[in-house]
C-alpha cells in the first residue's frame, strides 16, 4: 500500500472505533436523563428518607450503608484527660467518636449530654439547638415554626418531631435535586467573613458547604426576640467566622464578645467548646487548594453499568482508596497507608501531649483556688487555659483533620502544648507562694477517676437515661409516626442500643 | 477534496514539520555531544575551579554567581536565644546564615568560631574536620596524606591548603563528570543506615546526595590511630544514621554511644549540636516522594539556544520559581508565595517559642545549681534540656525544612517546645525547693546581654580574628598560590570582608 493508502484505512479504523463509543455514550446518557426526567412527588420537607429513595434507589441503598459504621467507640474511655477540660460542661458525661450518618438520631439521643426528659416537667439541659445536625426534620419544623421559634426552649421541646436521622432533606431540593443549604446560619456565615459570598457559591463549593452544614465550628447565640408580647431567648446557631475561618480568627471573634460555652469545674476557665470545624480546616489545606470538594472523596462516583452515581455511604476515604486517595497520590496502597500512619503518630504525639498539660492544668489551677490565690493571681493562668484548651480542641474535634490539613492541625496542637505548659509554668510559682510547690494533680488516668473527679453520678445519668429512652422517647416516636413525621424504615436493622454507659 | 485526500495532505503536513523537528534535535544533540567530547586535561584531584571552567564556562560561570548571594544575616543578632542554648560552644560567638558556595571558604576563616591561630603556637580551637564541608582542598589532602592524618589535628595545620572554596572537585570526577562522592563519610553512612546502599545509587539519587556530602547532620567520632608508634586520635567525620534517619534514630545513636559535642554552660547539659541535616528531613517530604533532588530545584536545567545544562548558582528555589516550584505547583506565582508565607509563620511561630523555652530552661538550671540542686534533682531536667536543645537545634539548623518537610519540621519544633517547658516545670519545683520560687532569668533579649551572660570578650576575640586574617591568613593564601594550588579567580570581585564582628 500507498502511504496515503495506509493513512486513509487508520483514520476509517479510528472513525468506525469512535461511532462505537459515541453510541455507548448516547445511551448512557438515554439511562441518566431517562433517571433524571422520572416525575417525583417528593414534597416540600419530606424529612422521611425512604420516600426520596423510591425515587433514587441507588442513593438511598448506599446512604442506608452508613449503618455499617456502627462502632461505638468510647472517646472519655480512650482520652480520660477530656472529662478533665470537659469538667462542668456536657460532654465530661458522655462522648463518643460518630458512627455512620444513619445514627445521628440515635446517638444524640441515647446521650447522656441530652439528659432525660421526663414528660412531666424535667426537661433536658441542653437547648432545642441539639438537634439543629441531626435530623431532616430541623428545616421542615424551622419552615413551620418560623427560626427563632426553633432554636427557643429546651431539646425535648421537640422530642415528637425531630425523630429521623440525617437524611436526603438535609441537602437537596425536593423536586431538582439540586444542592441546597438548608440551615441558613451557612449562608449568614459565609456572607460575614465575606471571602466567597453565599451569592456566588458555584456547584463544587456546593459538594463542600452542605456538608458545612453541620461539619463546622459553631455557637448558640443567645437572641432575644418576642412573642405574643412575651420576651423570649433563642439559642441561634451561629458560625463564629466574622473576622475569618482560621483557629486565631474564631478565638478573636470569641474574645471580643467576651464569648464562653461554660466553666470548667476545676480552673473556672471560660471555656470555648470547639464543635467539629472539618470545614475551616479543610480550607487550609492541599486538597481544598488542589480543587477537592467534600464529596469529591467522601462519597467517591460509582459506575454501574450505564448509570454513574455518587456514593451516599459518607465515610472515610481509607474505606474506597482506589476511588479516593490514590486518584491523585501515586504511592502504592501499602505506602500510602504507611505514610499515613506516619501522620497519625505526628499528630497523636501532639494532641496526648497538649490534652495532658492542659488537664492537668485545669486541676493544678483548682488547688490554687482551694490555696487562696487571687483573681488577679489566676487572671493569666486562666487566659492560657483557655486558649490551650481551644486550640487543643479545635484539632482533636476537627476529625480527619490529620489528614485533611496536618500542618495546621500539628501547629494548632502545637500552640495548644505551649499555652498549656505556660499555664502550668504561673501555677508553679502561685502553688509555692500558697506553700504547695509539689503539689501533684491527682490521677485521671481512667475515665472512671476522671468523672469521679468531677462528681459525675454515673449510675443516676445511667438509670434515668435508660428510663427515658425505654419510656417517653419511644412514645414521641409512636407520636411522630402517627402523625406522618416518622420514618420507621430510618431504623432498620440497628439491632440492640449501643452506648458508652450501659 | 474527498475525505482520504484531505487526511493526506495533513498527514503530509505533520511528516514536514516532524522532518524540521528532526533536525533541530539532531543539531541540539550535535552541540551537546561536541561539548561532551572535548578533550580536558583537568587533573584527578584539581581544586581549582577555574581550571574546569576552560572547558564547562556555562556551569562555571553559574557557578560564580553564588558570589551574588552575599548577604550577612547575623543568626545571633536576630534569635539571641541562640548564644544562651549554645554556650560554652563556638557557635555562641558568631553564626550567620549560609551565603553562596562561593563565600564558602572565606566565610570559615572569618568566623570567630574558628579562633585566631597565629602562626607562633596558638593554635585554632577546632580541629581540622571543620574544613571538610567548605573546601574541593579537602578531597585531594585526603587522598595525599590519607583520611586518619587528614582528619588529625586543629583547623590551622592546613591552613595553606584549604584555600579554595566548596567548587567543581567537591562532586565532579575530571576526567568523565560523573557525579562522585569526594567524602567517604556519605558511602558509609548509607551503608550503615541500609536502606539505600552505597553500591545501589542511582543517578538520581547522586543528584542529591552529593549535596549530602555536607547539607547532612554529622559529628566528629574521636577515632584512635597509630603513626610511627605515636598513638594519635583523629575527629573523623561520621554521619549518625546507623538507627535510621529520623530525629528521634539519630538521638537514639548518640544516647547509646554516650556522645555530647560540650556541656552547656549555664545548665551543663551534655549537649547535641545538630549541624544541617537538610537530607534527611527532605528524606519525610512529599518532595522527595514525588522523586525529585536536590539538583531539580536548587540546580534547575536552564536552555541557551541548543545548549541545556544544569544551573549551577545553587540558591533558593523561590529565586528561580517558575523553573522550579511552579513545575508542578499550579498556583499563581502571588498565591503560591502566599501559602509559603503561611508556612514560614507556622514555622517561625512554633521555632521562637521552643528556643524561647529553651534558653530560658538553661538559664533557671544555672540557678538550681548556684542555689545547691543535686546532681540527682537535675539529672531529669537536664535529660529534657538535652532532648529539648536536639529538637530545636535540629528542626532549626536544617535550612529550609519548613518548605521541602513541613509537617516533620513543625512536628519537631512542638516536641522541642514541650521537652523545654517539661524542664522549666520540674526546674520550678527545685527553685522553690531552695528558696527561689520566683526566680525569675537574666535579661538575654539582644545578642550584646546574651553574649555578656555567657562571658564572651568580644572586643578581644574580634581584635585576634582581625589580626589573623590580615597576618598569618594572607601568607596562607600566598603559600598555596605559590605551591599551585590556590584559585585567585575562586576569590575574584569579593569586595571588602563582610562579617558579624567588625
Not at 81 to 89: D, K, L, M, N, S
Not at 341 to 367: C, I, P, Y
Not at 469 to 480: F, I, M, N, S, V
Request: charged content about 25%; proline content about 5%; glycine content about 6%.
Amino acid at each position: 500500500m500507498r502511504t496515503s493508502h495506509v493513512v486513509t484505512f487508520l483514520a476509517a479504523c479510528a472513525i468506525v472505533a469512535m461511532g462505537f463509543l459515541t453510541v455507548s455514550v448516547r445511551e448512557n446518557k438515554a439511562e441518566q436523563a431517562a433517571i433524571a426526567a422520572t416525575p417525583t412527588d417528593i414534597k416540600p420537607f419530606e424529612s422521611r428518607s425512604s420516600e426520596w429513595g423510591k425515587y433514587y434507589p441507588r442513593e438511598y441503598s448506599t446512604y442506608m450503608q452508613t449503618k455499617q459504621s456502627d462502632t461505638l467507640q468510647d472517646m472519655l474511655k480512650e482520652h480520660p484527660a477530656e472529662v478533665i477540660i470537659w469538667a462542668g460542661y456536657a460532654f465530661a458525661k458522655d462522648y463518643n467518636a460518630p458512627r455512620g450518618h444513619y445514627y445521628m438520631q440515635e446517638d444524640n439521643s441515647t446521650s447522656l449530654r441530652t439528659g432525660s426528659p421526663d414528660g412531666a416537667g424535667k426537661q433536658s439541659p441542653l437547648p432545642t439547638a441539639c438537634w439543629t445536625c441531626k435530623s431532616p426534620d430541623v428545616p421542615r419544623v424551622m419552615a413551620r415554626d418560623g427560626e427563632l421559634e426553633y432554636y427557643t426552649g429546651k431539646w425535648d421541646k421537640y422530642g415528637t418531631e425531630m425523630v429521623n436521622p440525617l437524611g436526603c432533606a438535609d441537602c437537596h431540593n425536593p423536586k431538582t435535586m439540586e444542592l441546597t443549604l438548608t440551615r441558613p446560619y451557612v449562608a449568614r456565615g459565609l456572607d460575614a467573613e465575606g471571602t466567597l459570598k453565599a451569592a456566588n457559591v458555584t456547584h463544587q463549593d456546593m459538594r463542600s458547604l452542605v456538608c458545612a452544614q453541620c461539619h463546622v465550628e459553631y455557637y448558640f447565640h443567645a437572641t432575644k426576640w418576642t412573642k405574643d408580647g412575651e420576651e423570649k431567648t433563642a439559642m441561634v446557631v451561629t458560625l463564629p467566622w466574622n473576622k475569618g475561618y482560621s483557629v486565631d480568627d474564631m478565638e478573636k471573634y470569641y474574645d471580643e464578645i467576651g464569648f464562653f460555652d461554660w466553666k470548667n469545674k476545676f480552673s473556672r476557665t471560660p471555656m470555648l467548646k470547639a464543635q467539629h470545624p472539618e470545614y475551616e480546616t479543610f480550607l487550609t489545606s492541599d486538597h481544598y487548594r488542589a480543587g477537592l470538594s467534600c464529596a469529591d472523596c467522601h462519597m467517591p462516583y460509582v459506575r454501574e453499568g450505564a448509570v454513574k452515581y455518587s456514593n451516599h455511604n459518607v465515610g472515610s476515604p481509607l474505606d474506597n482508596i482506589g476511588v479516593t486517595c490514590l486518584n491523585c497520590h501515586k504511592e502504592s496502597e501499602s505506602e500510602f497507608r504507611k505514610l499515613l500512619g506516619r501522620k497519625l503518630q505526628r499528630k497523636n504525639e501532639l494532641s496526648d501531649a497538649a490534652m495532658e498539660q492542659v488537664a492537668t492544668g485545669h486541676l493544678e489551677a483548682a488547688r490554687a483556688w482551694e490555696l487562696g490565690a487571687t483573681e488577679e493571681e489566676m487572671a493569666p493562668v486562666l487566659s492560657d487555659l483557655r486558649k490551650a484548651s481551644w486550640r487543643w480542641d479545635y484539632a482533636a474535634a476537627s476529625h480527619g483533620a490529620f489528614f485533611h490539613a496536618p500542618e495546621e492541625t500539628l501547629h494548632t496542637f502545637a500552640r495548644a502544648l505551649e499555652f498549656g505548659q505556660a499555664a502550668r509554668l504561673k501555677l508553679r510559682a502561685i502553688l509555692a507562694k500558697y506553700g504547695d510547690p509539689d503539689y501533684v494533680a491527682p490521677d485521671f488516668s481512667t475515665k472512671e477517676k476522671a468523672q469521679a473527679l468531677v462528681g459525675i453520678d454515673y449510675a443516676a445519668e445511667s438509670a434515668a437515661k435508660k428510663a427515658f429512652l425505654d419510656g417517653l422517647r419511644e412514645e414521641w416516636l409512636k407520636t411522630a409516626e402517627k402523625n406522618g413525621v416518622y420514618d420507621p424504615k430510618s431504623r432498620e436493622g440497628m439491632g440492640p442500643r449501643k452506648t458508652s454507659w450501659q
